[in-house]
């Protein structure tokens, strides 16, 4: 039973750093353009398609594999690059509804361009061989857990880091914070925002490499990432990189003891909580410090 | 005047269809109708009450699986009490889920949370062995209608699809009365200006959450007319690609509007149809013009033709009146 409760424990924090992964894009993407991305999932498959088509469906090493996905978050950030550009700087200027539906056009229009680049076959990639040995810690878990716990921990670091302490993130976080001050000091807003979106975007297409092994890659892809990784967004306060990583993490976890307490129901708990955290706190458990 | 002529124009061509276009097609018409209602009741929201629903699918296919639910167990209820029994039970969960969702939410966690009720819904619906789980209900047979001494037989497909129009028109002229008239006016005012509707005396919450249960009937009315369509009713018929339809249809069409989201309908089904050979390039004809409908005309195909057609009028006679929408 302990044995039990220990997997579901470790497979929570597993799952919960996965959706970590392909949240802090979004909430990146949403503190600094105020705009929630509905295409964000797409991007994520995008970047999994991509790094499957680099490395093949067995990678030789794991370096070859982290290359991949870098390679992976490199096209997708200049596919951000270009979206910004050419769609997500105009809606600035449309009210919040047609802004989310300019991005679901977007979902719409890279699904297409999946389908017909990529087709509807379903592959699927092994871990590296460096990843794919099973570690006893009382109850075996494959290094490929840790490793994706460690890239979770290790972007969350990152980003904490790179956004609190370093020039560009403090950059970033005063066009965000207030865009007409920050214009009026002399910031090339507009730059500064390209970047943070292309490197938002980047984010997600490296979490698209990072986790496509074990899974089954398909069209569908992004959808089952995608709703957990906004309902953690949305608990964890729209824009807040913290609060994603800790909704993230809660979200695993109840997902992964759902599964154990209510095998019949798997899924619904999360959907409760995100539908209780709304209604009690619509600014999320840890809300950006205004 | 026009606008006269081209609803004319319009049921004489769906009253003509059957003869002249093969069963496959005549299918696709029949669903169009539905969705095009199941639009207007997604822009009653939106253009009415100014609420962006993300999960608007749930009350569709809550409608469709009540129906279906009936026919398939062979409940004893006549159709078309099954047909109002759905729209009820539409109403009557919107209702509910209006007074809970409106009461703390706007924007984007209006949007998120009618999403993630939805998905959850779905999740609930594909646990249930009564609503055959991920298969659905299958085999659903069309009905007779029995009207006191009158039998109408719908089985044959032509039969069903006159009565598919007969009811969408029925609906559509109905809640055109609603929102040319005094509600339908009120509800505008709490769209374009909230609190001053509030100043002016009007119930802003009480306005809204009659939208959301409005919507959510009619919603539930086009899915139970679907499901002897069909003949089959799975849980994609509640999934958030289901909510989106309304959406791309009203955006398409045009939100400000009433006709709109019935040319939008159309409109993707017109895309989807010649598109269908080639997998991907219909969401990417939809995005492609959904984006530029959002950047270049948000006021959609509507918009583009009245702007046109002012044009052209300001051209022949000078400027027309300000006032009218």
Not at chain 1, 9 to 16: E, H, P, Q
Not at chain 1, 146 to 151: L, Q, S
Not at chain 2, 15 to 39: N, S
Not at chain 2, 222 to 244: F, K, V, Y
């Amino acid at each position: 039973m302990t044995a039990q409760w220990a997997f579901a424990a470790v497979n929570g924090v597993v799952l919960g750093m996965a959706v970590f992964l392909v949240a802090a894009g979004l909430t990146l993407v949403f503190g600094i353009l105020r705009i929630f991305n509905f295409a964000h999932g797409s991007f994520f498959m995008i970047g999994a398609y991509l790094a499957h088509a680099i490395m093949g469906q067995e990678p030789s090493t794991l370096w070859f594999y982290l290359l991949a996905s870098l390679a992976a978050a490199l096209v997708i950030g200049l596919i951000g690059l270009i979206a910004d550009r050419i769609v997500l700087r105009r809606l600035s200027r449309v009210s919040n509804d047609y802004s989310l539906i300019a991005t679901f056009a977007i979902l719409l229009l890279t699904e297409g361009a999946a389908k017909l680049i990529f087709g509807q076959d379903i592959y699927t990639v092994y871990p590296p061989p460096a990843l794919e040995g099973i570690a006893d810690i009382g109850i075996p878990v494959t290094y490929y857990s840790f490793f994706i716990i460690a890239c979770g921990v290790a972007v969350f670091a990152l980003l904490e880091l790179g956004l609190n302490h370093l020039w560009f993130g403090k950059l970033i976080q005063a066009v965000a914070r207030d865009p007409w001050m920050a214009d009026v000091i002399g910031l090339r807003i507009q730059r500064i925002k390209l970047i943070s979106v292309g490197a938002s975007f980047a984010l997600v297409g490296l979490a698209g490499g990072i986790l496509v092994a074990n899974q089954s890659l398909s069209l569908d892809l992004g959808h089952s990432y995608l709703l957990l990784a906004f309902n953690s967004v949305i608990v964890g306060g729209l824009g807040s990189v913290r609060g994603a990583f800790l909704a993230a993490l809660i979200f695993g976890l109840f997902e992964s003891f759902n599964s154990v307490l209510l095998p019949s129901m798997p899924g619904t708990v999360s959907y409760a909580i995100l539908i209780a955290v709304i209604l009690l706190k619509p600014e999320g458990l840890f809300p950006e410090r205004a | 005047m026009l606008r006269l002529g081209a609803v004319a124009l319009y049921l004489a061509a769906l009253l003509l269809a059957p003869a002249f276009v093969d069963r496959g097609l005549l299918f696709l018409i029949g669903l169009t109708m539905v969705q095009a209602v199941f639009a207007l009741s997604w822009n009653l929201l939106f253009r009415y009450a100014g609420l962006a629903s993300f999960g608007h699918a749930m009350f569709y296919g809550i409608g469709a699986y009540c129906t279906a639910a009936i026919i398939f167990h062979h409940i004893p209820v006549p159709f078309l009490a099954a047909v109002l029994l759905s729209a009820a039970l539409g109403g009557l969960t919107a209702f509910v889920v209006g007074i809970i969702v409106l009461a703390r939410t706007t924007g984007i966690q209006l949007a998120v949370l009618t999403l993630a009720l939805s998905q959850l819904a779905l999740l609930l619906v594909s646990y249930s062995s009564f609503l055959g789980r991920d298969d659905g209900l299958s085999g659903l047979t069309r009905p007779r209608l029995e009207l006191g001494a009158l039998s109408i037989d719908l089985t044959a497909p032509t039969a069903y699809y006159y009565f598919i129009l007969v009811v969408c028109t029925a609906v559509t002229a109905a809640l055109l009365w609603f929102v040319s008239g005094p509600r339908g006016r009120t509800l505008l005012a709490v769209r374009i200006d909230a609190e001053r509707a509030a100043f002016l005396g009007i119930n802003v919450k009480r306005q809204r959450i009659l939208a959301f249960t409005l919507a959510g009937a009619i919603a539930a009315l086009a899915g139970s007319l679907l499901a002897p369509w069909s003949q089959i009713i799975a849980t994609d018929t509640m999934s958030w690609l289901t909510s989106a339809q309304p959406m791309l249809a009203t955006l398409l069409g045009g939100a400000g509007s009433f006709w709109g989201p019935v040319i939008g309908a159309f409109a993707l089904a017109f895309i989807g149809y010649f598109t269908r050979t080639m997998a991907g390039l219909s969401e990417i004809t939809v995005g492609g013009i959904l984006l530029a409908v959002v950047l270049i005309a948000p006021a959609g195909i509507s918009g583009l033709a009245q702007s046109i057609a002012g044009r052209t009028r300001l051209l022949a006679r000078g400027p027309r009146p300000e006032g009218r929408s």
